[in-house]
């Protein structure tokens, strides 16, 4: 989700709330205490230069259980850091403290933002050796087994 799509949907929300992909809610007394640009700029094992750019929003939350942060008070940040801070209309990635610090895409499920669980992936695949996956067509598969079951063999 980029900044621009959570800028429009902030002076609708009455409550602001996130949520973990598998559905647990984060704490309701959370607040943003960051919201930055990050820039990446490195190369990945084949050798190809590569650059990103992203928000950043850092959720946190602790004993202060009596304040929570409301939908115009993050637009009033966010607007803050795009003009302090240059912050661009990029993807948003959200830093989550569980165990360790999780990094998190966003979406919006039409009442909470959701944590979308992030990946790690090689970028070079062709160029380091791992297996490419391969399309097989159902249709092309034969049957091992004679005894299986079959669509319409009544046996299941």
């Not at 984060?26 to 094992?45: L, N, Q, R, W």
């Not at 801070?85 to 948003?92: F, N």
Request: hydrophobic share 35%.
């Amino acid at each position: 989700m980029k900044l621009s799509q959570v800028k429009l949907l902030l002076p609708s929300m009455d409550v602001l709330q996130f949520k973990l992909e598998n559905g647990t809610m984060v704490p309701a007394h959370f607040h943003i205490t960051e919201v930055g640009m990050v820039s990446k700029h490195y190369i990945d094992c084949g050798g190809t230069i590569r650059k990103e750019k992203m928000v950043n929003f850092q959720l946190w939350y602790a004993n202060d259980i009596t304040h929570q942060l409301k939908p115009e008070k993050l637009l009033e940040i966010i607007e803050l850091s795009e003009i302090k801070l240059g912050v661009e209309d990029q993807e948003i990635e959200v830093e989550y403290q569980a165990e360790t610090i999780g990094k998190y895409g966003l979406a919006f499920d039409g009442t909470n933002f959701i944590l979308l669980n992030k990946k790690t992936a090689c970028l070079a695949e062709d160029q380091c050796g791992i297996p490419t996956k391969q399309k097989i067509n159902l249709k092309e598969l034969t049957v091992l087994n004679t005894n299986s079951c079959t669509p319409g063999s009544k046996c299941c």
